[in-house]
């Protein structure tokens, strides 16, 4: 998990509710269904934008879709807890948005009348020797490979994390 660093208050746009002090003293914010970043400029060095993430959805259902001009740059299928996800920023792009499957429904909320989405430890720029470090394919062939099973699929994209054979 990478260190709580979040973007200057400035680079938050929509969608964004006031910073939180969570378990072991960890500032998040949560988020709506959907927010955004503003003003944000790729770094040639750094091209990569990492953030660590908590669902409280139970189930590998929810995917958030990163947007880029009104064009998905990413979709990350949430796993339940703190995970790191990572986007490649495209150059001469000055807002990403994120726009979740849907928002956390009442029942995780805790009677928090607000329309909740994930919690957000931390937003940084990366290179990519750390994104892999960070991200390792595994992770995201688990990832993959849980959505695919709680879908029910037959026919697989990732690697089974575990093979029997009889």
């Known amino acids: 998990v990478v260190e709580n660093v979040i973007l200057d208050e400035e680079k938050l746009g929509q969608g964004w509710f006031a910073t939180e002090v969570g378990t072991r003293g960890k500032l998040f914010r949560w988020t709506s269904a959907q927010w955004s970043l ?7 060095g750094r091209p990569y934008l990492l953030c660590t993430i908590e669902s409280n959805f139970p189930a590998p259902t929810e995917r958030i879709t990163v947007l880029a001009d009104e064009r998905p740059v990413a979709e990350w299928v949430l796993v339940h807890g703190q995970g790191c996800y990572a986007v490649a920023v495209p150059e001469s792009i ?3 948005r994120f726009r979740l499957s ?5 029942e995780l909320k805790h009677n928090d009348p607000r329309v909740l989405g994930v919690k957000v430890y931390s937003i940084r720029f ?6 892999q470090k960070q991200i390792p394919s595994r992770e995201s062939n688990r990832r993959l490979n849980d959505a695919e099973f709680w879908a029910g699929k037959a026919e697989l994209r990732s690697y089974p994390q575990k093979l029997g054979v009889d």
């Open 38 to 44: 503003e003003g944000i400029r790729r770094d040639s």
């Open 94 to 96: 000055e807002q990403l």
């Open 102 to 106: 849907s928002p956390l429904p009442p």
């Open 126 to 131: 990366s290179t990519r020797a750390e994104f």
